[in-house]
């Protein structure tokens, strides 16, 4: 009834029209199958929750190079000016800002070293009672720091012996769940965890353990150094606008650069993604569109060629809707042909790409997602030419004979 | 004969105007999207010092205990320590040599013309502008005796010297790194390169320091790197006299060897310096290794090419590939309906080798048109890409290679593709669309 038979005849004497059209559908496949996958990979990483609330925080990093005022003091001022600003949730000085791809990490000890012993990288923040407030994240168990735990120190002798910790952390140091209470070593030094937080992210969301964070009650001020800045909702830019002159005001001899909210860095951290992201959606919509205008021509070819051979088909008796369907059945015999090779080209592409580079597996519900896609796509792309040709009249078939 | 076939081509392609801009619009689009990511490409992976990559290099050495880890695929550090670093320096070998570190430092003048502004600062030794071939606009580097005495005096950028000095001879005048007095000997000439790498560890295109100072004020100004620290082993650092004792890495160098005499023997001289290290009890190891990696071979190590961007060529390649074979598609239709003009012609007495050149004379037009406009579309792509991705600036860009490429890129895949037509056509046997006249 489909008449495979002699559409498979007529094929096999126009080979090259069906070879082009079947290497276009193959690579079309692999191609989108593969950045679809892609995308969908880079999408999970962008949209990840961080746990902070990313739209009222900002950051400054201010470098001082006065030398005629304590720096300690001089940012516990800053740090008392910030938080009194309107609009102001919280401010803390921190050595570093979470998500900003700068940092410290360091293996967390389960024993003091040198004794040999497991270690747990974790990206490290240094800050004050303030800290999660600012960050604008929640205990999930124990207790925030007390401010007399806090060390504000320029010894580096001096160290505190608490630290918080994220949830991520606490369950690869303590797999049992016991975390809460047991200690932690930096190097020889003791620190007893009083907090988990249920979420946070690190300073490097690329990193190995991007959730594995340590907050130390530690506040050594540094002639480079960031301070955070969280604002009630809607007057982070109000409160932008005007910082920089406020705290230049109350000392000047010191540098401000990088005011800059936590999405801005956010973005800027992962560009690269955000670039291979839009690249990838360009190329898939151009390419689907180019293959589908090079099955729309084709046809349109076959069909101008055998003009005469479906007037005679139609004087013999065929009915338009046959001539829709040969050409439909023809086409979704050449793109089956096409979409074989191409989910073939596609899992083997996705190999290579999984061997040469560091991208997951590539997954099969897109090379199947992709195949149905193309194939609605073909058969959208011929519809119309078959109609065309439907509409040839019989006596075409006559005329110059 | 030329000049006509091109005519003949024009005439043939305002005949189809629908198809012809089918076909110019479709290579236009696969250059331009190759173009695109293959100039970010061309631009990561460009030969940053041409004449004299392959004379320099970067060592290193393998000082941690055995069982030690570190990040680099052969476990060699990428950095070295400040001792080996300063050490190496020192020695007798070769000629030209330079330790060097990224610190930073907040510029002003000292009075309120200038507000006072970071700039990021390389701490080196002086033979760093001959391996790198700076050339000075004025001055010169430091002298020896300078660096010996760690005296304050500093190197700027051409660029640094407009911003403070308008541009005008700065060498004997003072700026203030920090809230120290600092004399410029030489003001240098633009770097060649977009890329840095001589120290790639923080972004390799990043921009040049603007500001050079002597190696030996790490240890008479407590100078810390900007980059990147990394030890394998706990030590209680307390100063930064501390850190330049310990076994953190955080110092590149790098070394110009003239031929491969000179590499074997500076790789000896490092196994031995390795050896005697070792009698200090420094580092607990069987087997010595270090690595000695020429600029090409060390950017190849280091990754600079994002991996994303090679995926990105592959893909907009195949890409390409599938555009041809859409113009393949188009150009058969089209030749092949003009075949009865050609059976005349060939009757007329054109030969089949005329017949064919005449048809690839008309594609590689095609190509040239789709070029030139795949070069637009490029343009724009590199615009989209310089929006997303500010780090990317000065590599999304067209150099002269890549703009003469686009056209050749175009032209010879459009032949590549018009191949079969061509032959097909001009294989027309002229009697049988003479019968039917």
């Known amino acids: 009834m489909l008449e495979i038979k002699p559409i498979i005849n007529a094929l096999r004497r126009s080979k090259v029209g069906a070879i082009l059209l079947l290497i276009q559908i193959a690579i079309t496949t692999a191609i989108v199958s593969n950045a679809a996958f892609i995308i969908q990979d880079r999408m999970t990483y962008l949209q990840q929750e961080t746990g902070y609330p990313e739209q009222d925080i900002f950051s400054i990093t201010v470098m001082t190079y006065g030398k005629d005022r304590d720096l300690s003091q001089q940012f516990e001022e800053d740090e008392a000016l910030l938080r009194n600003l309107p609009g102001v949730v919280d401010a803390a000085l921190s050595n570093a800002v979470p998500l900003s791809g700068s940092g410290s990490a360091s293996g967390m000890g389960l024993k003091p070293a040198p004794e040999p012993g497991r270690n747990v990288r974790a990206g490290y923040l240094f800050g004050d009672d303030h800290m999660l407030n600012t960050l604008g994240v929640e205990l999930m168990e124990g207790r925030n720091f007390a401010s007399d ?246 006596s075409v078939a006559t005329r110059s004979i | 004969m030329f000049l006509h076939y091109i005519d003949l081509g024009w005439r043939s392609l305002r005949r189809t105007p629908l198809v012809s801009f089918l076909m110019v619009l479709a290579i236009a689009l696969g250059i331009g999207i190759t173009m695109t990511s293959l100039s970010v490409y061309h631009m990561m992976s460009m030969d940053p010092i041409e004449h004299k990559s392959s004379r320099l290099f970067h060592p290193q050495l393998q000082t941690m205990d055995d069982g030690e880890d570190t990040w680099s695929e052969d476990n060699l550090p990428y950095q070295l320590t ?13 000629q030209y040599k330079a330790a060097m570190l990224r610190t930073g430092f907040t510029v002003h003048l000292d009075n309120s013309e200038i507000r006072p502004f970071i700039q990021n600062t390389r701490v080196t030794h002086s033979d760093f502008f001959t391996l790198f071939d700076l050339s000075f606009i004025y001055g010169s580097a430091w002298t020896q005796e300078q660096a010996d005495a760690a005296s304050p005096v500093a190197v700027i950028s051409e660029e640094l010297n407009q911003k403070l000095f308008g541009g005008e001879n700065s060498v004997g005048r003072q700026i203030y790194l920090d809230d120290t007095s600092f ?40 100078i810390n790197t900007w980059g990147n620290s990394n030890g394998w082993k706990f030590q209680n650092i307390r100063s930064m006299k501390d850190k330049r004792q310990s076994e953190i890495f955080w110092l590149q160098f790098w070394v110009q060897l003239e031929d491969e005499a000179a590499v074997s023997q500076y790789g000896d001289y490092l196994m031995s310096y390795m050896a005697e290290q070792q009698k200090f009890g420094r580092f607990n190891r069987e087997q010595l290794e270090y690595g000695l990696r020429d600029v090409n071979a060390w950017l190849d190590y280091r990754n600079v090419v994002s991996e994303d961007n ?75 890409v310089r929006l997303t991705q500010e780090y990317y600036s000065p590599l999304a860009t067209m150099d002269l290679t890549m703009l003469l490429s686009a056209p050749v890129i175009a032209i010879s895949a459009c032949v590549i593709a018009g191949l079969y037509p061509a032959w097909l056509v001009c294989r027309t046997t002229p009697a049988t669309y003479l019968k039917t006249q």
């Open chain 2, 82 to 94: 400040y001792q080996d670093a300063k050490n190496l320096a020192e020695a007798p070998f070769p």
């Open chain 2, 183 to 222: 004399r410029i000997v030489g003001v240098i000439a633009p770097w060649e390169t977009h890329m840095k790498f001589y120290d790639v560890n923080n972004g390799a295109f990043n921009s040049q320091e603007s500001i050079y100072i002597p190696f030996s004020l790490i240890a008479a100004m407590d």
């Open chain 2, 310 to 384: 090679e995926v990105l060529v592959a893909l907009s390649f195949m890409f390409l590939a599938v555009c041809l074979a859409n113009i393949l598609g188009l150009l058969l239709a089209k030749f092949m309906r003009r075949a009865p003009e050609v059976g005349v012609r060939r009757a007329l007495g054109a030969s089949k080798r005329q017949v064919f050149l005449q048809h690839i004379i008309e594609v590689s037009m095609l190509g040239l048109i789709g070029g030139l406009m795949g070069i637009g579309i490029a343009q724009l792509g590199l615009w989209g």
């Open chain 1, 149 to 394: 735990e806090v060390i504000v120190t320029q010894d580096p002798g001096k160290v505190p012996n608490v630290a918080i910790v994220s949830s991520t952390f606490a369950l690869e140091a303590y797999p049992d769940g016991d975390g809460l209470g047991k200690l932690m070593y930096m190097g020889d030094k003791p620190f007893k965890i009083i907090g988990i937080v249920d979420k946070m992210k690190g300073p490097w969301l690329k990193d190995d353990r991007p959730d594995n964070v340590v907050i130390f009650p530690y506040i050594k001020a540094e002639t480079y150094q960031h301070i955070i800045v969280r604002t009630e909702p809607g007057q982070r830019a109000t409160v932008m606008q005007t910082v920089e002159d406020k705290l230049l005001a109350a000392y000047d001899k010191r540098v401000f650069t990088n005011v800059i909210t936590l999405d801005e860095n956010k973005r800027q951290y992962n560009a690269s993604d955000t670039l291979m992201l839009r690249m990838l959606m360009v190329l898939i919509v151009v390419l689907v569109a180019i293959t589908a205008l090079g099955i729309f021509g084709l046809t349109l070819f076959n069909i101008s060629k055998r003009t005469r051979q479906i007037g005679t088909r139609r004087a013999l008796g065929a009915r338009k809707s046959d001539i829709i369907r040969y050409f439909l059945v023809e086409n979704t015999l050449i793109c089956s042909g096409g979409l074989i090779i191409g989910c073939t080209a596609a899992v083997l592409m996705g190999q290579q790409l999984l061997q040469r580079f560091s991208l997951p597996a590539l997954e099969f519900q897109y090379v199947a997602g992709t195949a149905i896609m193309v194939l609605v796509m073909t058969l959208v792309a011929v519809i119309f030419p078959a109609r065309r040709a439907a509409q040839i009249s019989p």
